[in-house]
């Protein structure tokens, strides 16, 4: 019998690239089955979903071998759903979509109300796509898959870039889609919690493209924990565990972890800074984009030296107040003044040269062809040395895993590769002030403990880090302050502690706490029940 979906000795080498990135690979999906497919960065996941669904080589070249199994009809949710799509408005993407299916236009408007509900997208159909949210627009490219009423879903990585609230009403969604239609849905994600838990099988790809785990979910931790800890792979919070088992019992031994880091964090700070200590003050700050207003009234200070987080849900403004520290985005009122200077009197050299800014999109950086030139070129354009710049780039490319890639064209990187090589050409240099739009994101966990292990050496040397950023658990672990962005104003701006553990705040802004302060609270709510 002809399998549903899958491949057989499946090897795929790109052409810029001597070495494989997939090495005979034999798998086979059943159909209604949910399958996630875990790795670290680079190992080739994205690449695998991308053959089974027939992207490759049909729109990426690239040398294949062996067998493939397609569906006629596939659909693919990637992780920036902008590049999707292609159409103005949402009922007119929706359309687009449909009429590839050659759907008559009297029938068009009745399906595109039904599509929206079916994803929960609960705004007027002639809604502008740039004004949704992440979370809205994922609602979107969800909305326009279904339309084509495809066999198999293919998602890579659809949370990726949404907050925690948002990843969650998405794992939600589709969940509940599954069940629906018994829809046959492959999934490559790093943020396993949400997710996991209703996933009939979990396969492991190591670092060199094979296959070394297929199980059901509980199996793989079970028997492959070790493993997935060595390559960096992020594992479930929670998952095969009960919270309400952990909430209740005292003495459960992950309870018994997240009460200890509880106890290490302190709710006030406990530097005390001077006026002369101020390296970037706000007056009255407005942003926006076009005449939208975003955020207004912005009046923060941050100190020399400090790591600041900047929190709040997709759209609130984060991003945009982060460029305007940089001036790549023009402030519509008020001042911003960085080491006692007004930032519009700066030269760019001047400011380029003690600033430096790492892009959520780390394509927007890439200059050269190689990247080693990727590294090195902020070097070259400073004149230093070559045997200065050539010490300095290859450390960094040990130190982001890069080595062996320092010869390829940095768009041939995996997404994460691309976010830890967008990193290391800022980390070449030795300026005073970081600004980081997620940087983490896309990233397995050692890869990501990594960045931030060297994010924090820079601290430590004086360096002020300011991180746009929705992993709640680097914010806890490594900020000084947070700064969070909630319905046009700065709600908020203290310690972690201080914003995780006030309820009002967190029920306001739909953030989500890390997992510690969540037992905290949920034992209080059982003494008061």
Request: proline share 4%.
């Amino acid at each position: 019998m002809k399998m549903f979906l899958g491949c057989k000795d499946l090897s795929i080498r790109f052409y810029n690239r001597s070495e494989k990135i997939l090495s005979n690979i034999t798998l086979s999906i059943n159909k209604g089955e949910k399958v996630l497919i875990l790795g670290p960065s680079g190992s080739g996941k994205s690449t695998l979903i991308s053959a089974l669904a027939g992207i490759i080589p049909e729109h990426i070249e690239a040398e294949v071998s062996g067998e493939v199994f397609l569906r006629k009809d596939a659909g693919v949710m990637f992780q920036d759903p902008d590049s999707q799509f292609c159409m103005l408005h949402v009922d007119e993407e929706i359309a687009f979509s449909l009429e590839n299916r050659s759907i008559p236009r009297k029938d068009m408007d009745k399906m595109i109300s039904d599509l929206m509900n079916k994803v929960g997208l609960k705004i007027d159909k002639k809604t502008p796509i740039e004004t949704l949210s992440g979370g809205m627009k994922q609602r979107l490219a969800l909305a326009c898959l279904l339309a084509l009423e495809p066999e198999v879903l293919f998602f890579d990585e659809p949370t990726a870039q949404l907050d925690p609230a948002g990843r969650n009403e998405i794992f939600d969604l589709l969940n509940q889609l599954g069940q629906q239609t018994n829809q046959t849905m492959v999934f490559v994600e790093h943020v396993l919690d949400g997710c996991i838990e209703w996933m009939d099988r979990v396969i492991i790809i190591n670092e060199s493209g094979d296959i070394i785990g297929d199980g059901e979910p509980k199996e793989i931790l079970l028997n492959y924990n070790n493993q997935m800890e060595e390559a960096g792979i992020w594992r479930p919070k929670v998952f095969p565990e009960k919270w309400t088992e952990v909430v209740r019992n005292d003495s459960h031994p992950l309870a018994i972890k997240l009460s200890k880091m509880l106890e290490k964090k302190p709710l006030v700070k406990t530097k005390e800074y001077g006026k002369e200590d101020i390296f970037i003050r706000t007056e009255n700050v407005e942003i926006g984009y076009g005449k939208k207003t975003i955020v207004k009234d912005i009046n923060l200070r941050i100190h020399k030296g400090e790591w600041i987080s900047i929190v709040g849900e997709n759209g609130s403004g984060k991003s945009t107040f982060l460029k305007s520290l940089i001036r790549l985005e023009p402030i519509k009122k008020g001042k911003i003044h960085f080491q006692d200077t007004e930032l519009k009197k700066w030269s760019d050299r001047e400011l380029y040269e003690k600033a430096g800014f790492v892009f959520q999109n780390p394509e927007l950086q890439i200059i050269t062809d190689t990247v080693f030139e990727e590294i090195a070129f902020g070097g070259r354009q400073r004149n230093w040395p070559e045997e200065l710049i050539n010490t300095k780039t290859k450390q960094l490319l040990q130190e982001f895993g890069l080595e062996s890639h320092h010869h390829a064209h940095p768009f041939t990187l995996s997404l994460g590769q691309k976010r830890r090589l967008s990193v290391s050409t800022m980390l070449l240099f030795d300026q005073a002030l970081l600004l980081l739009d997620e940087p983490t994101f896309g990233q397995d966990e050692k890869t990501a403990r990594e960045l931030i292990k060297r994010l924090k050496e820079r601290q430590e040397q004086g360096t002020t880090i300011v991180m746009v950023t929705h992993d709640m658990d680097v914010v806890d672990e490594f900020s000084d302050q947070v700064i969070l962005f909630n319905k046009g104003r700065v709600t908020y701006q203290g310690t972690p502690k201080g914003l995780f553990t006030n309820q009002t705040i967190l029920r306001e802004s739909a953030l989500i706490p890390p997992l510690h302060y969540q037992l905290m609270q949920a034992r209080k709510e059982c003494i008061l029940v």
